[in-house]
């Protein structure tokens, strides 16, 4: 069956690293003869300089027909000042809530080989594989009312954290469902000692997990799980959060991994189509110079054909390709110890190479 690929570089880095995983998704529709048409377009800080918009109405309307979409980065300096409305990162927010896309799925995983590059001591980090949820639609990010009221003393300024059942169980669903496919363990996240809305969360969640007796379920304050995600990763298999506490957290966990030059990110609608990205930005500090790791780009394509293209095995094999390809030593810049690292443009070759010889 024939699946769109919309490919959207972005700014900076995001131009480069999408160029690595375009390669290897090219020879992999080659290699497994896989139907599937690939498109590119300008979006972000790159759009608004061609279009004066950065996500033209042609993008979002490609974007919603697409059946995966790979997302570079967006934003930098040039655009920094421009209104909130054009501003690169509004394509970003979006896209997600145009596509409706709550579900985000944010592995923080560790290569024992780059476990120094890790703040954490080798014996509490090794082995670390930790899946985030994080419901990316609802929540205080969103809840209305919101505002700053300055004609009143003292001024002030406001904003609602709600969810209804509907939003918790579909993001919960989302989460035993992938604590199901790993090691079966969901920790729910919240702050049910002071927020109604987390009380209201907690029960849903309770409630839910009777479908799921092969799922061990507990839950945690928030203020905790950032403590205990530095104490002891390894206690998680799958955390389930809402927008504000799942942003905190999995900044805290891609942090542990040492590099977010390695760690991608899913976005997911409830029938699994999705957007792809890697978790770090348009880094301006070095695009442009083919020094950026595409390895959390191409991570993202490997998430891409997992969830949204039914190409689990191709997966596994991109998967695997970067288990080796950091086990043989091949190192990009922000992994290096020493002056010995390879260029962006090199690292996709490899890859390849490795999936050949597999
Ligand atoms: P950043 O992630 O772009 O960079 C932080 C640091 O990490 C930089 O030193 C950078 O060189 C390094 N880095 C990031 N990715 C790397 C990679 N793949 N390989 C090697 N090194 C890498 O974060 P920032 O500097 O805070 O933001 C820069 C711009 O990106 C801003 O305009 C911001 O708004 C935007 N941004 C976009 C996204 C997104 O598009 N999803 C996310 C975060 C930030």
Known sequence: ???????????????????????????????????FSVTSMDVGGTAYDQYGSP???????SAKEADAILFGAVGGP???????????????LTLRKELNLFANLRPAFLFNEL?????????IIENLDILIVRELTGGIYFGEPRGIVEDKEPNYAFNTMIYNEEEIRR???????SAQKRNGKLCSVEKANVLEVSKFWRSIVTEMSSDYPDVELSHQLADNTAMQ?????????VIVASNLFGDILS?????????????????????????????????????GKNLA????????????????????????????????????????IDISTDDNYLMTSDVAEKIIKIINND
């Not at 040039?78 to 394509?91: F, M, T």
């Not at 476990?115 to 014996?123: F, H, I, V």
């Open 293 to 332: 790791n595409p390895l959390a780009m191409i991570s993202s394509l490997s998430m891409a054909l997992r969830y949204s293209l039914n190409q689990e095995k191709i997966s596994d094999k991109i998967d695997e390709a970067i288990k080796k390809f950091i086990q043989v030593g091949h190192r990009t």
């Open 55 to 61: 996500l033209p109405e042609e993008v979002l309307s």
């Open 171 to 177: 993001i919960a669903k989302v989460a035993f469902e």
């Open 1 to 35: 069956m024939n699946k769109n690929i919309l490919v959207l570089p972005g700014d900076g880095i995001g131009q480069e690293v999408t160029a690595s995983a375009t390669k290897v998704l090219e020879f992999l529709i080659e290699k497994y003869s896989l139907d």
């Open 78 to 92: 040039k655009w920094d000042n421009l209104d909130w409305d054009v501003r690169p990162e509004n394509a970003l």
């Open 251 to 287: 900044d805290i966990a891609a942090t542990l991994t040492g590099s977010i030059g390695m760690l991608p990110s899913a976005s997911l609608d409830s029938s699994f189509k999705g957007m792809f990205e890697p978790c770090h930005g348009s880094a301006p500090d070095i695009a």
């Open 115 to 123: 476990s120094e590059a890790s703040p954490l001591k080798k014996e």
């Open 229 to 237: 995600l530095v104490l002891n990763p390894k206690q998680f298999d």
